[in-house]
């Protein structure tokens, strides 16, 4: 099939590079000519694993081109998935310029029948504006579709090639069986595509991320509580998860969600519940205690320093919202880096995908160190904020050598606090008694 995808970002470009892996003939648009020039090149503007091979492959075969002329890839393609980003108007609502924008372009450009599916998280209504924007240009036949991405960036290319499920809201048998065509060859061990109408379609991939945030704002709160009272998380959170009923996943305490989906979902599904008059008290607190949890690391190294941490020199290991990716909109890392400087510390950072992302944002007001423990030497702590593999088991002796205080506080429980007592450190995690 001829598919244009509107937008080359995290999405945009997994799902460009997936579909044309299957054999189409795909072309990704993007308005940002940096980004186009350097994928045409070969060059990943950003760190997901196994993307790489996936376009270098499909571009050298020529079912993966790039360009900046959204206009002529909408007039070359049958299929146009927009996939342009949707972030937080100021009132928290999802910001659809750049949706309506791309339908605007795609009304203008109807060379013949097209199927448009809208691939950007969107509120419900949004595909019936996309549809009106599109018509107010042609009158050409086109359907609209509303297939939301439930990828997780670290594991995209692979969330995307073998999907859990493919949800799809259609409105005509035409549209369906392009959407079952396209996704056939990623549904073949048995996984459904889950048709249905376009409001539940647009609906359930708010609901998902509500939930999984749901997940971690509430075992961040039962984690303060257990600081609180004496108990384990650790030991909680295995205790719950292992009833079917609940499960494992998304229940590990830590320094809050962040990334580019889950807070602005939270958010816009807040609004969308105040326009509609129906109050999201649940969602109201979910957020307001990942705020919260976004302060508790900064708040572990004040109390540490009794308050006195002008001056001192903090390091951070981890800058992206999560591992396997240089992503860091939203990190909590960012938050507690700000705290820091604010309190007048110096903050030396390490991140094995994120250091160039996160420059973008502090520029020179931190340093960052190549290897780990560069940016460790001479630090008076070192405070964990992402899980990557390589921080899992580090040289301990050669942490405490380094540190001039042996003060670990950690945002993702990587370590055993009995064992770091051993060692000789003073260690400070999520939910767990310090030591
Ligand atoms: N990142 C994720 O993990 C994820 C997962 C599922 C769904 N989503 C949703 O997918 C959408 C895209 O997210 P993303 O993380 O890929 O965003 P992104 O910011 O990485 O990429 C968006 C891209 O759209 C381009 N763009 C903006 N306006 C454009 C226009 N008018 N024409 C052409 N290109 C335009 C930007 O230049 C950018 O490259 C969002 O709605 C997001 O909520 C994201």
Same mark, same amino acid.
């Given at each position: 099939m001829?598919?244009?995808?509107?937008?080359?970002?995290?999405?945009?470009?997994?799902?460009?590079?997936?579909?044309?892996?299957?054999g189409n003939d795909?072309?990704?648009?993007?308005?940002?000519?940096?980004?186009?020039?350097?994928?045409r090149?070969?060059?990943?503007p950003?760190?997901?694993?196994?993307?790489?091979?996936?376009v270098?492959?499909?571009?050298?075969?020529?079912?993966?081109t790039?360009?900046?002329?959204v206009?002529?890839?909408?007039?070359?393609?049958?299929?146009?998935?927009i996939a342009?980003?949707?972030?937080?108007?100021?009132?928290?609502?999802?910001d659809?310029q750049?949706?309506?924008?791309?339908?605007?372009?795609?009304g203008?450009?109807?060379?013949?029948p097209?199927?448009?599916i809208?691939?950007?998280?969107?509120?419900?209504?949004?595909?019936?504006?996309?549809?009106a924007?599109?018509?107010k240009?042609?009158?050409?036949a086109f359907?609209?579709?509303?297939?939301?991405e439930?990828?997780?960036e670290?594991a995209?290319?692979?969330?995307?090639?073998?999907?859990?499920?493919?949800?799809?809201?259609?409105?005509?048998?035409?549209?369906?069986?392009?959407?079952?065509?396209?996704?056939?060859?990623?549904?073949?061990?048995?996984?459904?595509?889950?048709f249905?109408?376009?409001?539940?379609?647009?609906?359930?991939k708010?609901?998902?991320?509500?939930?999984?945030?749901?997940?971690?704002s509430?075992?961040n709160?039962?984690?303060?509580?257990?600081?609180?009272?004496?108990a384990?998380a650790?030991l909680?959170?295995k205790?719950i998860?292992?009833?079917?009923?609940?499960g494992?996943a998304? =229940?590990?305490?830590?320094?809050? &969600?962040?990334?580019?989906? @889950?807070p /602005?979902?939270? !958010?816009? +599904?807040? %609004?969308?519940?105040?326009?509609?008059?129906?109050?999201l008290?649940?969602?109201?607190?979910?957020?307001?205690?990942?705020?919260?949890?976004?302060?508790?690391?900064?708040?572990?190294?004040?109390?540490?320093?009794?308050?006195?941490?002008?001056?001192?020199?903090?390091a951070?290991?981890?800058?992206?919202?999560?591992?396997?990716?240089?992503?860091?909109?939203?990190?909590?890392?960012?938050?507690?880096?700000e705290a820091?400087l604010g309190?007048g510390?110096?903050?030396?950072?390490?991140?094995?995908?994120?250091i160039?992302?996160?420059?973008?944002?502090?520029?020179?007001?931190?340093?960052?160190?190549?290897?780990p423990?560069?940016?460790?030497?001479?630090?008076?702590?070192?405070?964990? =904020?992402?899980?990557?593999?390589? &921080?899992?088991?580090?040289? @301990?002796? /050669?942490i405490? !050598?380094? +540190?001039? %205080?042996?003060?670990?506080?950690?945002?993702?429980n990587?370590?055993?606090p009995?064992?770091?007592?051993?060692?000789?450190?003073?260690?400070?995690?999520?939910g767990?008694?310090?030591?």
């Open positions: 001829k598919v244009a995808v509107v937008g080359t970002g995290y999405v945009g470009l997994v799902v460009g590079a997936g579909l044309a892996e299957t795909v072309v990704c648009a993007d308005v940002d000519a940096a980004k186009i020039a350097s994928l090149q070969d060059r990943i950003i760190f997901e694993p196994g993307l790489e091979p996936l270098v492959r499909n571009q050298k075969e020529g079912r993966l790039f360009t900046t002329d206009a002529d890839a909408v007039r070359r393609s049958a299929v146009v998935f342009v980003g949707t972030p937080p108007d100021e009132d928290g609502s999802a659809l750049h949706v309506l924008e791309v339908a605007r372009t795609i203008q450009n109807m060379t013949g097209k199927t448009v809208t691939k950007s998280t969107v509120p419900v209504g949004t595909a019936e504006r996309v549809r924007e599109i018509a240009h042609t009158r050409t359907y609209v579709v509303s297939n939301p439930f990828l997780k670290g995209a290319v692979d969330d995307f090639m073998k999907p859990d499920r493919v949800v799809v809201g259609v409105d005509s048998p035409e549209a369906r069986e392009v959407l079952n065509e396209l996704y056939a060859p990623f549904v073949r061990t048995g996984k459904p595509i889950i249905m109408d376009i409001p539940s379609a647009e609906m359930t708010y609901a998902a991320n509500a939930m999984l945030a749901t997940r971690i509430f075992m709160q039962i984690a303060l509580l257990c600081e609180a009272t004496g384990d650790h909680v959170r205790g998860g292992s009833d079917a009923r609940i494992s998304f =229940l590990f305490p830590g320094p809050g &969600y962040g990334g580019s989906c @889950f /602005k979902d939270v !958010k816009a +599904l807040i %609004r969308t519940g105040e326009e509609r008059g129906v109050p008290g649940i969602l109201q607190a979910v957020e307001a205690a990942n705020d919260r949890q976004k302060h508790v690391l900064f708040e572990k190294l004040s109390r540490r320093f009794e308050g006195r941490l002008a001056g001192r020199t903090i951070v290991w981890g800058l992206a919202f999560k591992a396997q990716t240089d992503d860091v909109r939203e990190s909590p890392a960012l938050v507690l880096i820091l309190a510390v110096r903050v030396a950072a390490h991140d094995p995908a994120a160039e992302t996160t420059r973008r944002v502090f520029g020179d007001r931190i340093t960052y160190g190549e290897h423990y560069d940016v460790i030497a001479g630090a008076d702590a070192l405070a964990i =904020l992402t899980e990557w593999l390589e &921080y899992r088991t580090p040289d @301990f002796p /050669k405490h !050598k380094l +540190l001039r %205080r042996p003060l670990i506080v950690d945002g993702r990587l370590y055993d009995e064992r770091m007592a051993k060692l000789g450190f003073t260690y400070d995690s999520i767990r008694a310090p030591v």
